[in-house]
């Protein structure tokens, strides 16, 4: 995938029902590589959607220093360099972003008002593509146990559950996922990498 290309998501948003009729709505966006001048807006995007998201899930100690403290601001300022980032349009807002390191997906974050547009779809292909890339075989996530909409999301798009544990940070439960890049031929025993 291009830096820069445009997306029209192929996930299809729901937005209302009237009579036997489907309103659908599509969202034009572009990935790409996150810039130091993205820091503001990921900040942003982060403590709304860690609030939103993680809200109902974390104890309110846990939010806090996401929230109103300097966590956030710590974590961008780390992983910016390793981010994609999915805007509107083309320099528009900052509605999702990802990052990876080493052999696991560290992050996946699409604001909640631009949930089941296709964005976290997209922001998570383009990171295990980049993984494969690298020549990685298995990756791996990890994910809030109590994240229904998160656990759901990456199981219908071939992670599968590894372990379960304990996110001591914010002492909550959290599950260990995997994902093989490596498939059988149809022909026999003989591995290809498995396009993303």
Known sequence: MAVGQIFLAAAKEINARVGDQMLISMTEF?????????????????????????GPI???EALVPWV?????????????????VAEMGVG??????????????DLLWVHPSHHREGIGTALLGRVEAELQKKGHRTIKLSCFSQ???????????????????????????????VKSLIEEDRHGDTMKMRLC
């Open 30 to 54: 572009t990935l790409r590589e996150a810039a130091r001048e993205d820091v503001p807006s990921l900040i942003r995007l982060c403590k709304e959607t860690i609030y939103e998201v993680y």
């Open 147 to 177: 994240n229904l909409r998160a656990m759901s999301f990456y199981l219908k798009r071939g992670w599968t559950v590894a372990s379960e544990g304990r996110n001591e940070e914010a002492e909550a439960p959290e599950t260990r996922m």
């Open 68 to 84: 109103e403290g300097n966590a956030a601001e710590a974590l961008i300022e780390e992983q910016w360099p390793r981010m994609i």
């Open 92 to 105: 528009g807002e900052v509605m999702g972003v990802a990052a990876a390191s080493e052999d696991a997906v």
């Open 58 to 60: 974390l104890s309110a």
